[in-house]
Structure formats: structure tokens, C-alpha cells
């Protein structure tokens, strides 16, 4: 027992100030406020994960007054074991020859909503209307350029019963015959364009969840790496509503190799990485076991040039296909020539997406300033992009500022607006229609497990987000507003008696710190839903309104070591 006292005795004293963190934790979201101040360095340049997500404060920076929150403990990595002598060669001097350990919460999240469903960018769990909660925990281990990390997530929903839209499944097809969207999907499924497998109510009861997270074996050398696992990837700038992948959805199983972010001299700094994994349906869309899985292949590319210190440029493609288990098929899979249409129907058939993305800091200034766009359907040659460059496009920007008002008392004001509806010549003009998350080659969507997986607030629609948060030593508190259009395709598209939906929030945010390990956090919002529609009464066409109001309280406990 002594032994063991001290050998953690040991580690402890041996906590470094490099920290990995999880995507939009509190200790992220934290250091990426101390990065708007020049206070540390971001780990990279548009690719994130739990793994890659390392921060480094320097000894300046940990006393610096505008680090707020500098007596509070935020997590720390503890060197468990240091060699006395280092092997050098050109193979070690790759790797770092120390073991680290790290320990993640444990972390308790609760939510209740009045009304109806609401909550984004929380992993697998699914807060619908009543009680949710979801429970994290795990440890990460780093040895020889091994890292190792088990963080997985259980999540519980009430799933209470509440008033929703119709779903947008046929019963039967053009002949008169069965389809196989009988069933789940016509009672719970999407009311949008198309079929998409994003369920309004998952099921008529409550449920378990258990995902397996940020879980996750990697191998490092110098900067090369590779991994294989189930942690979630951010892909932008964006705070809110990435584009292209975000923490929204379930994780799923994937494998990557890559460039972590490495300097090349006068070029500035790189970072790239090409990932491919296997996403499911959810048990709510249709009643087909053949087309269950989806292959998403996806690769990055990051640069921050030499001489513009805080400036980053990114470029991303995914692609989603049918799993069909062929190791060609996952080869060729980011080919821009291997691209399905209606007419071609063969099952490698692809459902592409790009965004490029700018972002820009000035750290004296306190001030970043963002830009990702994106398109659906993207185009094959730069004859069409020209020809159509707002055809299926969507954009995320946003401008983000701090306020020094004194000595350990900063605030961030955040401004970020969406888009994702559909451009006037596709489905107004053309003789079809769809949505930015949604293409006929994959009938699910761009989901995984009924959510979806790059902005929370789905396909079509627009949303203007406003707070104000202040930090002070012992935690923070922030206001919020938000717009919403959840899908306006849907409006336009679907029949003449859709649904114009708005959502307006409001809300306050405050989280304290009991000691220096111990947090809790706690949300009021205030929502209305309004949808606005057409009603045909006795050959009277008549304008109604009808009015949802939610209220939605978070709480949360966590405990850092």
C-alpha cells in the first residue's frame, strides 16, 4: 500500500500542462476562449477529435490575468512513468517515451423538455420531450507513441408522446403496391422532402442508449498517424452548425491516417487526414435488412500560411455510399468521377458533399471571424461551378469577440447564422426536389442512427444564433437567442399544405465551480414554435396558426481530476 501511495503520489506531482479534450466540453470550449487572447495555441487546423484536440498552456499563459480560470482544475495528464535515460535514434525521436494517463469525468448531463424535442450536438442521445439524461466517464493512455482511449457514453430518454408533423412516407407505391417504408417510418419517420431517416419521435417508449463514444486505439509517429475507433469528428470553424460533421449524431466505427498539424518552413503549418466508417440506420425508417449500413469516406485538408500567423484555410469531401463490403469500393470511394445519378442506379452509387472553409483571428484584438460553405450535388467540373455556384450551396459564418471589462472578469460575445435551404433553380425551376442532407442515392439521408451528422438543426432550414457569455473565477454565465427555420424545403417543396415553421429561444447559462474540481452546470431556455399553414375547410382555403411552447432545463455535474 505504500508503494502504491507512492507511485500516485508521484503522478500527481508529475501533471503536465498538456490536456486532450473532448469536442464542446467545457475545458474546449475554455481553451479555445484563451486562444481568442493569444494565451495558448490551437492544436489544429480544422480536423478535431478527442485525440487531437491537445492543448498545450505555457507557464505565462497559466498565471496570465485574462486565464480566468486559472485556480480551477480542468483536467490534467499525469506522467506515470519517465525513463531516466531516453533512447535516441531515428525512430524513437518520433515518438514521445513516457506513459501518461488521463482521466475523463466522470460527467452526469441531465435535460427536461415540457413540449417537444430539443437538444444538439450531445452524441447518441436523443433528447425528446420529458426526462433525459446521459452519463460519461473513461480514462486515455499514452505510451510510446500508443494512445489508447475508453470513453464511452450511456443515455436515457423518456421520449414522451407530443403532437407532430405527418410523416413524408408513402404507403403505397405508384402501382399500388406495398412499399417498405410501412410501418416505423410512416408512424415516426421525417416529414421533409423525400425519404430520410431522421425520425421525429424515436419509438412510443422510453429508451437506453449506450455508445461507445470517444473510444479509440491510435499509433503516432512524429506527426503521422493512424487510428481506429469511434470518436467524433468537428470538421470547420463553426461553433454551432458545422457543415459537414459535427458531435451531433451517435458516433460510429471508422478507421483514419493522416497528418496532424505539422510545420513545413516558409509554407507555414499542414494538416490532412483521410478516415473512412460504417454508419447504420436507425429502427424507425424502413422495413429493407439489405440496406441497413452506409460507407462514409471523408478527407480534409488544413493550411495556415507562414505569414498570416492566425489564418486557416481548410477544404473537406465526404461521401456516403452503399455498403457493399468491397475494398475497391472503399478505394475509390472520394473519386469526384464515382458520382451517382437517377439514371445510373448501381450500387456504388455516391452522395458527395464539399465545404471550404476560411477563419481568421487577430489575438491582440480578441476577434475571429469565420466562413464555411458548402454544396450538396457538388460540381463536377469548374464549368458547372460557375455555370450553378449557388446550386444546392449552404454556408456557416460567424464572428466571435472578447470583452476585458477588469481583472479576471472577461466576456465573448458570439454571432454565428446558418443556411441550408435549397437555391431557387432545384426543385422551384428543375423537376425534382431535394435537400442538403438528402440525395436519391441514399434514401437515409446524411445521418446516422435517425440523427444527423453535420449541423443539429438538420437539412433546409436557416438559423441566427446570438449570446453573450462572461467568465469569472469561479465559472461563468451566459444569455443566448436563436432563430430557427427547421426545414424550409419542406415547406416549399412537399405539397400545398406544408408547414412554415419557425423557432424562437431564449436562454441563461450558468456554470460555478464548487472547488477547484468540482462544477456544475445549469440552462433555462424558453421556446416557441410557431407553424403557419393552409387548412382546406368545407371548399374554404383558411390561414391558421398553431403554437408549441417548450420549456427545456439543463443540468449537469462534473468532476475533474
Known amino acids: 500500500m505504500k508503494r502504491l501511495y507512492t507511485f500516485f503520489a508521484a503522478m500527481l506531482s508529475c501533471a503536465s500542462i498538456f490536456s486532450q479534450e473532448a469536442l464542446k466540453s467545457t475545458e474546449e470550449e475554455y481553451y479555445d476562449f484563451l486562444s481568442l487572447q493569444g494565451l495558448v495555441e ?40 519517465e525513463p531516466a535515460q531516453k533512447t535516441d535514434n531515428f525512430f524513437t525521436r518520433g515518438i514521445d517515451q513516457s506513459v501518461k494517463v488521463k482521466i ?29 439524461t446521459s452519463f460519461t466517464a473513461g480514462a486515455r493512455l499514452e505510451a510510446y507513441g500508443l494512445e489508447a482511449t475508453f470513453k ?71 506527426n503521422l498517424t493512424a487510428g481506429i475507433g469511434t470518436q467524433t469528428i468537428w470538421l470547420g470553424p463553426a461553433k454551432i452548425n458545422p457543415i459537414l460533421h459535427s458531435n451531433n449524431a451517435p458516433s460510429y466505427p471508422k478507421i483514419d491516417f493522416g497528418l496532424r498539424k505539422t510545420k513545413i518552413g516558409y509554407l507555414g503549418e499542414i494538416e490532412g487526414r483521410i478516415w473512412y466508417g460504417r454508419l447504420s440506420e436507425s429502427q424507425y425508417f424502413d422495413n429493407d435488412s439489405t440496406n441497413d449500413t452506409n460507407l462514409i469516406t471523408g478527407m480534409t485538408a488544413n ?27 472503399a478505394i475509390t470511394s472520394l473519386n469526384p468521377k464515382n458520382y451517382g445519378s437517377a439514371s ?63 481583472k479576471d472578469f472577461v466576456g465573448k460575445i458570439l454571432f454565428e447564422i446558418s443556411n441550408f435551404e435549397s437555391s431557387n433553380n432545384y426543385g422551384r425551376i428543375l423537376p425534382w426536389t431535394t435537400s442538403f442532407f438528402v440525395h436519391d442515392q441514399i434514401t437515409q439521408g446524411y445521418t446516422n442512427n435517425g440523427q444527423w451528422l453535420g449541423a443539429g438543426i438538420g437539412t433546409g432550414g436557416r438559423s441566427q444564433y446570438l449570446s453573450f457569455t462572461l467568465y469569472y473565477p469561479k465559472g461563468n454565465s451566459s444569455i443566448f437567442f436563436q432563430r430557427q427555420n427547421p426545414d424550409l424545403d419542406y415547406t416549399w417543396f412537399v405539397s400545398d399544405n406544408s408547414r412554415m415553421l419557425s423557432l424562437l429561444s431564449f436562454g441563461i447559462t450558468t456554470q460555478y465551480y464548487f472547488n477547484t474540481n468540482m462544477n456544475v452546470f445549469l440552462e433555462l431556455t424558453g421556446m416557441c414554435q410557431t407553424s403557419e399553414f393552409i387548412e382546406h375547410f368545407q371548399n374554404e382555403d383558411k390561414f391558421k396558426q398553431e403554437y408549441i411552447f417548450n420549456q427545456n432545463i439543463k443540468l449537469g455535474l462534473k468532476y475533474n481530476l
Open 152 to 222: 464511452p457514453q450511456l443515455s436515457f430518454s423518456q421520449n414522451r408522446e407530443f403532437d407532430y408533423i405527418k410523416p413524408n412516407y408513402p404507403s403505397v407505391d405508384e402501382n399500388n403496391n406495398f412499399t417498405i417504408y410501412n410501418g416505423k417510418a410512416d408512424t415516426y419517420g421525417y416529414y421533409g422532402v423525400q425519404y430520410i431517416d431522421a425520425p421525429q419521435r424515436f419509438g412510443d417508449k422510453a429508451f437506453f442508449t449506450y455508445d461507445w463514444g470517444d473510444t479509440e486505439i491510435r499509433y503516432t509517429w512524429h
Open 303 to 329: 493550411w495556415k500560411p507562414f505569414n498570416f500567423a492566425n489564418l486557416y484555410f481548410g477544404g473537406n469531401i465526404v461521401s456516403v455510399e452503399k455498403w457493399t463490403g468491397s475494398l475497391k469500393q
Open 42 to 81: 490551437r492544436p489544429t487546423l480544422g480536423y478535431r477529435t478527442l485525440s487531437d484536440s491537445e492543448w498545450t498552456l505555457t507557464e505565462e499563459a497559466k498565471t496570465a490575468d485574462e486565464n480566468v480560470w486559472k485556480n480551477n482544475s480542468l483536467g490534467s495528464k499525469w506522467t506515470a512513468y
Open 344 to 406: 445510373s442506379r448501381n450500387s456504388w452509387d455516391a452522395d458527395k458533399r464539399l465545404s471550404f472553409s476560411i477563419d481568421y483571428i487577430i489575438d491582440k484584438a480578441g476577434f475571429e471571424a469565420y466562413l464555411e460553405w458548402g454544396k450538396n450535388d457538388h460540381p463536377r467540373s469548374i464549368r458547372d461551378f460557375f455555370h450553378y455556384p449557388y446550386h444546392t450551396a449552404a454556408y456557416t459564418a460567424g464572428i466571435v469577440k472578447t470583452i476585458n471589462f477588469r
Open 104 to 132: 475523463y469525468g466522470p460527467e452526469w448531463f441531465n435535460s427536461y423538455n415540457t413540449a417537444a424535442p430539443y437538444g444538439q450536438n450531445d452524441g447518441a442521445l436523443w433528447q425528446g420531450k420529458g426526462y433525459n
